[in-house]
């Protein structure tokens, strides 16, 4: 089925559930009201003419710097300084965050998007793990590195990070730790090879090196 049919076929079930029709681009999305994205979820998996049977990825996406048309210039994200210091900022990230749900129907071999936006100081969406099961590691994935929280998850907990980490490193305004868990974190000026092996002196009598054979 095709990506209109489909988006035909979603408003017609779930009414103003269905914001907004992307259809540019190599991957067409559709944008979806949170309290929708179980419901939506539930259609696309259950109907036969649809039958998408594989969550293929779920992504979470932070907005900062972007406009609602997602447009604008991404902005500075914060990592090491030359000198191996965590770079640090007062600036404090704005904008939603998201989920992308990659779908696609094995029986049809037709793929589908949907895109979901949530406030950034109320990140929650409903889980659908039990839609897909594999959409539990994707979730804990989102939370981990994201921080975006899934109603109904079966365990949702870190996936990448230790349960003590502070923070959700893909935010853009996230800023590196210098320390963890006692342990220093702070890398090594980048003019500094870690790998680079001292020179040894050329043989004695040799001063170039060649041996002094000709």
């Given at each position: 089925?095709?990506?209109?049919?489909?988006?035909?076929?979603?408003?017609?079930?779930?009414g103003?559930?269905v914001?907004?029709?992307?259809?540019?681009?190599?991957?067409?999305?559709?944008?979806?009201?949170?309290?929708?994205?179980?419901?939506?979820?539930?259609?696309l998996?259950?109907l036969?003419?649809?039958?998408?049977?594989?969550?293929?990825c779920?992504s979470?996406?932070?907005?900062?710097?972007?406009?609602?048309?997602?447009?604008?210039?991404?902005?500075?994200?914060l990592?090491?300084?030359?000198?191996?210091?965590?770079?640090t900022?007062?600036?404090?990230?704005?904008?939603?965050?998201?989920?992308?749900?990659?779908?696609y129907?094995?029986?049809?071999?037709?793929?589908?998007?949907?895109?979901?936006?949530?406030?950034?100081?109320?990140?929650?969406?409903?889980?659908?793990?039990?839609?897909?099961?594999?959409?539990?590691?994707?979730?804990?994935?989102?939370?981990?590195?994201?921080?975006?929280?899934?109603?109904?998850?079966p365990?949702?907990?870190?996936?990448?990070?230790?349960?003590s980490?502070?923070?959700?490193?893909?935010?853009?305004?996230?800023?590196?730790?210098?320390?963890?868990?006692?342990?220093?974190?702070?890398?090594?000026?980048?003019s500094?090879?870690?790998?680079?092996?001292?020179?040894?002196?050329?043989?004695?009598?040799?001063?170039?090196?060649?041996?002094?054979?000709g």
């Open positions: 089925m095709e990506f209109a049919a489909i988006c035909t076929l979603l408003s017609t079930k779930l103003d559930g914001l907004e029709l992307h259809e540019e681009g190599v991957e067409p999305w559709v944008d979806m009201k949170p309290d929708q994205i179980a419901a939506a979820a539930h259609l998996r259950e036969p003419e649809l039958d998408f049977n594989q969550l293929m779920l979470g996406i932070d907005w900062d710097g972007l406009d609602e048309k997602g447009k604008g210039k991404s902005v500075a994200i990592g090491y300084s030359a000198d191996g210091k965590p770079e900022s007062d600036r404090v990230g704005e904008g939603d965050l998201g989920v992308a749900y990659h779908l129907s094995h029986q049809h071999g037709h793929k589908f998007t949907l895109r979901v936006r949530v406030p950034r100081g109320a990140a929650t969406l409903p889980s659908v793990a039990e839609i897909w099961p594999t959409g539990a590691w994707h979730e804990r994935e989102a939370w981990d590195l994201v921080g975006i929280r899934f109603t109904g998850h365990d949702l907990r870190r996936i990448l990070l230790d349960d980490w502070v923070g959700h490193p893909l935010r853009k305004d996230y800023q590196m730790p210098g320390r963890w868990d006692l342990a220093p974190l702070e890398g090594k000026p980048y500094v090879n870690p790998h680079q092996k001292p020179m040894e002196p050329p043989p004695a009598g040799d001063a170039d090196g060649s041996g002094g054979e």
